[in-house]
């Protein structure tokens, strides 16, 4: 598939996906092309707050001391990464932020992180990991039945709850999660 096909949407895990990495998982596609798939995945909330995190990286966290940390995936947990709307001061895009969507930007950068920790946003993730697949990955996964594709839109994003977020985002798709069953194939 090409880029324009899956990047800038959402994936959303099926009952017969049994990584339990991704056991109703739901994950905002950064990039998607020939070379392979990065993601994050948006509903999984840690244990450690922006502010701990921060510290830890000698970085001033001027936001709520309990903002929450979420894994991204299971590829590289050391890594951290940044997804913020457009009213943040230096979103733009440039080597450091990247626009995955309409008012989604995206950054992996220390610098990027000292300047939203700064004056944090409204809308505004941060990240430990991140999922990849390698190239055909995703599409034999998608093959199997292991995953939809849902639109991304902020609303998803930065307003829904962790814990909410995959039924809202299968009911969004006009499907009842309880008629969902785990079998293999195109659902």
């Known amino acids: 598939m090409s880029e324009s096909t899956l990047s800038a949407s959402l994936l959303v895990a099926m ?14 596609l950064v990039k998607h092309d020939e070379d392979g798939t990065f993601g994050l995945v948006l509903n999984r909330p840690v244990d450690l707050s922006a502010l701990n995190l921060c510290a830890s990286l000698d970085v001033d966290w001027n936001g709520d001391p309990a903002h929450p940390i979420h894994w991204g995936g299971p590829v590289q947990p050391n890594t951290g990464w940044v997804v913020f709307n457009q009213g943040t001061v230096g979103a733009r895009e440039d080597d450091d932020v990247s626009q ?8 992996g950068s220390l610098d990027v992180l000292r300047s939203v920790a700064e004056s944090p946003p409204s809308q505004l993730r941060l990240f430990l990991g991140y999922a990849g697949w390698g190239p055909g990955q ?3 996964e998608m093959s199997e039945g292991a995953w939809l594709v849902a639109p991304l839109s902020d609303d998803v994003v930065f307003g829904v709850a ?23 194939g195109v659902h």
């Open 15 to 28: 009952p017969q996906l049994q990584d339990p990495n991704f056991r109703r998982a739901v994950v905002l």
């Open 162 to 184: 962790a814990e909410g977020m995959w039924d809202h985002v299968v009911r969004g798709l006009g499907v009842n999660p309880a008629t969902l069953v785990s079998t293999s």
């Open 138 to 140: 995703l599409e034999y």
């Open 100 to 107: 995955v969507a309409s008012g989604i930007y995206f950054a």
